[in-house]
Nanobody, 129 residues
Framework: QVQLVESGGKLVQAGGSLRLSCAAS????????MGWFRQAPGKERDIVTS????????WYIDSVKGRFTISRDNAKNTVYLQMNSLKPEDTAVYYC??????????????????????WGQGTQVTVSS
């Protein structure tokens, strides 16, 4: 089992910045690619970005490219999402998730929620206009 706990979500004005954190505990962090998803009211949970264990490989959905940055600190078992130039349409509950992969791997993570085995409880991000 891997337990994931997100933090850092809050109300922010458009154009502002936030950094979300996701702390992992339990099984070794080395065997998981990590992803951030978000779910707006009345909508499905969608991928935002994901990152390999190595941190070298990552990808983003088009709407956040150049604004969001995913990173991870494997020594601290923590993954981060730095969000800049926030827009009202970024308002959602943000979830981190862990996808099993080869240990110490470079696989960047799936875009499909079904491939992720463990999930956090989510943190609310609200961007006011």
């Amino acid at each position: 089992q891997v337990q994931l706990v997100e933090s850092g979500g809050k109300l922010v004005q458009a154009g502002g910045s936030l950094r979300l954190s996701c702390a992992a505990s339990g099984r070794t962090f080395s065997s998981y690619a990590m992803g951030w998803f978000r779910q707006a009211p009345g909508k499905e949970r969608d991928i935002v970005t994901s990152i390999s264990w190595s941190g070298d490989n990552k990808w983003y959905i088009d709407s956040v490219k150049g604004r969001f940055t995913i990173s991870r600190d494997n020594a601290k078992n923590t993954v981060y999402l730095q969000m800049n130039s926030l827009k009202p349409e970024d308002t959602a509950v943000y979830y981190c998730a862990a996808e099993p992969t080869e240990p110490f791997g470079v696989y960047p993570g799936s875009s499909y929620a079904r491939d992720y085995e463990f999930w956090g409880q989510g943190t609310q991000v609200t961007v006011s206009s």
